[in-house]
């Protein structure tokens, strides 16, 4: 067809009732794209309600008119379909407009092969228009389907417009509600999404790119003004629509299940029980990531942006053989993406249940690379790596032009990453969430092998042996690589409770910049050599100071603690009673002390004592000057090695997490609102 051209359907097929419109573009950078809409007109040209908006906030009609079905990749890109039921189309509604429209700043001239095509539904194609001169707008009238007497009819429009999804549907009677000030509310899968706020303002269509038949120009409504307001205009609804993109979040409160006992096991979609050998785990986790990867584009993206991926088209791959001298190489997976026509692309190598990265493996895949021309090898293991410190010894050949990027991932950051997506941030659909929400599960699972750092080494039996008896000695590597285990785990720590809080969580590292990393633990060992303590320091995003940790290994004890600094108004005796009730609700085991100035320690004494008498932490000599307060929890910690029930590695993850669920999350009135309007969210 050609721009203006119409046709009746029931000329083209017998099978008319039911239609299936697709619009389809490509994009030449790999990562353009578009959102349809359909606005349900009156013999005014106009709305009946703002209900006769479709879009991405609102893709289905009630009476099932109208059902936007999600995009279907074709071999030359995206295809967005849309499914009408002409026979339950309202008797009022004079004319159906198909349109799309890109987000911000993004016109559609930056893409190509813009086109839309109908079939009946019987699946056959029955027209095909393209649009071939879409120019720099937001938003396009791809076609209409309208009515004719007792017939319906399509016409091809490729009407353009400058402001976006907003002003379209503004120019058809739409009330558009885009305030920015406010804030939606959070909502889940259910029927509620994490919703973000769009400069998307209602304003008056430009005219055409192109001169209409005048058929087609008198079927277009007229810019809307002010003084052009009719006092008849139909009533809106109190809900407005908004064109602001909704992104959906998983609901923290799980459904009851229908489940008739607890032994029943829900359907998963990577299922785990089949795994049996390290090399079964591998390849599932391998090929279970890399699908997810390519499938949830926010995902792939932001695991891959850090090892300098572009953005554009991902593709991945598993069990790839590459020629490599005598004997092809297999790495466990392959990364593509591809933008503006140029391929970028790393090797994966993977491994799973704590099995250490081999370095010949790794060796020969960065050669490979090398001869290639590829970009990066990606290694992914439970493992965490440290700065300065690799997890396996590779030789760069500096003959070679191409570079090639050694990136190491843990199984822990994977899990970090998709927590923050699903819990927090969202993504774009609810597949995608279900996706994030599955391939979490099965990273979580005891039988994926996927648990992230769960084992402080060869070298912690003999060092606590060691500070116990006082024979380990300054210099002894061993301590070196304790002191490089809990590196590890304190970095793991921090993405587990990052990922629950969706707040950004880091260790600090009291050292000057550009303190060489290695002289740095070398120093850390030493003192846990003299003293027998590991110690860090994380800090959580929106609380008031950091919050310490320290293990003992002297006394097989486990502190967190969290300093506050004393207000620079008001009265000593106020600040003591304001801290309890800030406190209500912590463990009665929990230390408080008062920091003096110019003196060793002040008043302390558990939160079960002090609650009567909060005045007991004030010093008695009132001319001391009170500088804050200092929280502490204790508890033993695990013998283990490992991340078993008595292990070191959980009862330091516990203890964390722990301190911070019940009291460091009430030290600062905007965390305590932040966390409220969290939990009144997630209950509904």
Known sequence: MVKG???????????????????????????????????????????????DFYFYNNPVAADGSVQLLGKTPT??????RISFDLTAVAADVDRIVVAASRYESARFGELDDLQVTLADAAGEHLLRFAIDDAGSVSAIIFGELYRRGQEWKFRAVGQGYDNGLAGLATDFGVDIDDDAAETTEAETLSGAENGTQADLAPSAAPPPVEPL?????????????????????????AARPRTAKKKVTLPKVTKKSLAENESWREARLFPVSVLKSDRDREMRATSVLLSVMAQVPEFGRRLTAAFGAPAGRMETFTEVSLPHGDTPRRPDGVIRVE???????????????????????????????????????????NDVALE??????????????????????????????????????????????????????????ENSGCHGFQNMGSAWVPVRNGIDDETLCQGDPRALEVVQSWERLVRQVCLGLGGELG???????RAKRGTD???????????????????????????????????????????????????????????????????????????????????????????????PEPADMLPKNTAIRITGFRLSLLKSMGSGRGNAETGFIRSV????????????VHLDDQTSRRTSAKERSATG
């Open 5 to 51: 051209s119409n046709v009746s359907l029931t000329s083209l097929s017998e099978n008319a009732g039911s239609v299936i419109v697709g619009l389809g573009w490509t994009s030449p950078s790999g990562e353009g794209d578009a959102d349809v809409s359909v606005l349900l007109l009156d013999a005014n040209g106009k709305v009946r309600s703002d209900t």
């Open 75 to 80: 071999e030359d890109g995206n295809e967005d």
């Open 213 to 237: 038949p005048q058929a087609a120009l008198d079927a277009i409504p007229a810019p809307r003004r002010p003084d052009m307001e009719s006092a008849a205009a139909p009533q809106k609804t």
């Open 339 to 381: 933008r503006a026509g140029k391929l970028w692309t790393a090797l994966v190598e993977t491994k799973t249940n704590g099995n250490a990265l081999k370095s010949d493996q790794v060796q020969a895949y960065m050669d490979i690379a090398a001869r290639r021309g590829y970009e990066a090898v990606i290694t992914l293991s």
């Open 388 to 445: 300065g410190s690799p997890l396996v010894d590779v030789k760069i050949d500096g003959r070679r032009k191409h570079k090639v990027a050694l990136r190491h991932l843990s199984w822990a950051e994977v899990a970090h990453q998709a927590q923050l997506l699903i819990r927090h941030e969202g993504v774009g659909n609810a597949a995608h969430a279900w996706l994030l929400q599955e391939l979490l599960h099965y990273l979580q699972h």
């Open 503 to 509: 707040q950004k969580v880091l260790p600090v590292q």
């Open 517 to 611: 990393p290695g002289a740095r633990r070398s120093e850390l060992a030493d003192r846990l050599c003299a003293d027998g303590r590991l110690q860090a320091e994380l800090r959580i995003e929106g609380t008031p100071g950091l919050l310490a940790v320290a293990a003992d290994l002297r006394t097989g004890k486990l502190r967190t603690s969290f300093e506050i600094p004393a207000p620079d108004q008001g009265y000593p005796l106020t600040w003591a009673k304001r801290l309890i009730r800030r406190l209500e609700a912590a463990p009665a085991d929990l230390h408080v002390e008062t920091l003096v100035d110019g003196e060793t320690g002040g008043p302390r004494g558990t939160l079960e004592r002090l609650r």
């Open 653 to 664: 993850d516990d203890a964390v997490n722990r301190f911070y669920t019940t009291v460091v």
